[in-house]
């Protein structure tokens, strides 16, 4: 059974920074990439960060020069260094795991909040 365990989200001022790590375990399937999402209250889930089997990156625009993305392949672990942060980056982030086979499903961690105040 596939899980994904997310860790490093707190509380934190405005120009902190915070470090989420997902680990994924039971993983018996070659993965295509690992993902950050967030979700604020009210809204809906947008990605943050992703980053493929060969290491291509993308962001959001909103953490662009602010969040990397990494990943470590041989532990199935994908961080996100978050630097400079903003209130407006609150929300509870979300680990996701895409197969490479796209009849495998899709993957989610149960979340870890992240607070900025002002």
């Known amino acids: 059974q596939v899980q994904l365990v997310e860790s490093g989200g707190g509380l934190v001022q405005a120009g902190g920074s915070l470090r989420l790590s997902c680990a994924a375990s039971g993983v018996r399937f070659v993965i295509n990439t690992m993902a950050w999402y967030r979700q604020a209250p009210g809204r809906q889930r947008e990605l943050v960060a992703g980053?493929?089997?060969?290491?291509?990156?993308n962001y959001a625009d909103s953490v662009k020069g602010r969040f990397t993305i990494s990943s470590d392949n041989a532990k199935n672990t994908v961080y996100l260094q978050m630097n400079s942060l903003k209130p407006e980056d609150t929300a509870v982030y979300y680990c996701?795991?895409?197969?490479?086979?796209?009849?495998?499903?899709?993957?989610w961690g149960q979340g870890t909040q992240v607070t900025v105040s002002s």
């Open positions: 996701n795991v895409r197969p490479l086979l796209p009849t495998i499903p899709t993957y």
């Open positions: 980053i493929t089997l060969g290491g291509s990156v």
